[in-house]
Structure formats: structure tokens, C-alpha cells
């Protein structure tokens, strides 16, 4: 009786045993899964822009949309923030230059990065973010901006403006909700030409 006792229990363990590892498995691939398509996305995202910069329209401006979620191997859908954010870099031939980043990370987990892709450009870098319902157009913001599909109200789109204003290039990038882009956009340039600023012309 004891041995058949102790059999079942080692029956058991061995069956704990196998599901964790089946769990733990089946959540990496899941992040490998996700990664490889959030990687995807900041790739296309980055070429995208890269081609909106290199025009030569003194205006060239383009939306994007948001997918909702990435797919994985294991639950099926994974919840993401996108950041958007810029730094100052030096190329190499010692020219200073701005780099734009574009970075995806789980919503339940916003500290880990799955993927990014950057570019280096001579255009300066202007980011235009809702705060407290006012539309704010900053060069360095500290933070960036933080695209969430899954918010009460999505910010699930944003859009890029590239113009040419006195010589200097900039590069306006716009969050917003897919159904009031328009209008974000609009207010955007309301506050560029507040700021003395040219207003966009695209």
C-alpha cells in the first residue's frame, strides 16, 4: 500500500515536472514569437521614415496605424507600448547628428525592451504630445512619447511631418488616435506657429 502510495505521488511530480516545463517553454516562445514580429514592425517603421527624411519636398508628411497587439505561439495576443524618442549622436566623420528610435515593450512589462531600430538624420527632431489636453511641440522632451493601443482612448497612430522651414530641416512626429489624427495634426501646427515656428505646408 505504501509502495503503491508513493508511486502515485512520484506519478505526480513527474507530471508537475513536465507541465512547468511545457509552461516555461511555451512562454519563451512566445516572447521569441512577439519579438521577431515587434522587431518587424520597427524595422518598417524606421525605413518608412528614413524615406520621409531623405525626400526632397520642402513638406512630405505620412500616418501610421497601430496594430492592437502582437501575435505570440502561446496565448495569442501580446498587449505593447510603442516609444518614440530621440537622442543626439556623433557620426563619424565628427558631424553632430540626431538619432530617432523606435522601441516596442510589453504593456504589462514597459521596463523590458522586445525590439527597436533607429536611424541617424541631420533633421531636428521635434516631438508634439498631449498633455492634459493641450497639444505641446518640444525638441528634447526628457521621455519621448509613448504610443498605447490599449488605452481607455487608443493612441494608436501617429503621424510624421518633415518640412524644410529657413534652411533647417525638422521632423515633427505627431501621436494620436486613429479617428482625430487630423485634427491633432492641425493642432500641432497650431502650436508650432505659437511658438514662432513655421506651420506645416503638408
Same mark, same amino acid.
Given at each position: 500500500?505504501?509502495?503503491?502510495t ?21 512562454f519563451?516562445?512566445?516572447?521569441v ?18 524615406? @520621409?527624411?531623405? =525626400? ?18 502561446? =496565448? ?7 516609444? @518614440? =524618442? ?16 523606435? *522601441? @516596442?515593450?510589453p504593456?504589462?512589462? /514597459?521596463?523590458?525592451? #522586445?525590439?527597436?531600430? =533607429?536611424?541617424?538624420?541631420?533633421s ?6 498631449n ?10 522632451? /526628457? ?9 481607455a482612448?487608443?493612441i494608436?497612430?501617429?503621424? #510624421?511631418?518633415?518640412?524644410?522651414s ?6 515633427y512626429v ?8 487630423d ?11 505659437? *511658438? ?7
Amino acid at each position: 500500500m505504501l509502495g503503491f502510495t508513493l508511486s502515485k505521488l512520484n506519478l505526480l511530480i513527474l507530471v508537475a515536472a513536465i507541465f512547468s516545463i511545457m509552461a516555461f517553454f511555451l512562454f519563451h516562445l512566445s516572447t521569441v514569437t512577439a519579438g521577431f514580429e515587434a522587431k518587424q514592425l520597427m524595422e518598417q517603421y524606421s525605413r518608412s521614415a528614413s524615406i @520621409i527624411i531623405s =525626400s526632397q519636398n520642402s513638406c512630405t508628411s505620412k500616418s501610421y496605424f497601430l496594430q492592437p497587439y502582437l501575435q505570440t505561439a502561446a =496565448s495569442g495576443k501580446m498587449y505593447y507600448l510603442m516609444k @518614440i =524618442s530621440g537622442t543626439a549622436v556623433t557620426a563619424p566623420s565628427g558631424a553632430q547628428q540626431n538619432l530617432l528610435i523606435f *522601441s @516596442i515593450r510589453p504593456r504589462k512589462d /514597459p521596463d523590458l525592451i #522586445l525590439a527597436a531600430d =533607429s536611424f541617424s538624420t541631420n533633421s531636428t527632431i521635434v516631438f508634439c504630445d498631449n498633455v492634459n489636453g493641450t497639444i505641446n511641440c518640444a525638441v528634447d522632451p /526628457p521621455t519621448g512619447v509613448m504610443l498605447d493601443p490599449q488605452k481607455a482612448l487608443p493612441i494608436n497612430a501617429f503621424y #510624421l511631418v518633415k518640412q524644410i522651414s529657413s534652411g533647417t530641416s525638422y521632423l515633427y512626429v505627431i501621436p494620436c488616435n486613429l479617428g482625430a489624427c487630423d485634427s491633432v495634426k492641425s493642432q500641432a501646427n497650431d502650436a508650432v506657429i505659437a *511658438s514662432g515656428g513655421t506651420g506645416f505646408r503638408c
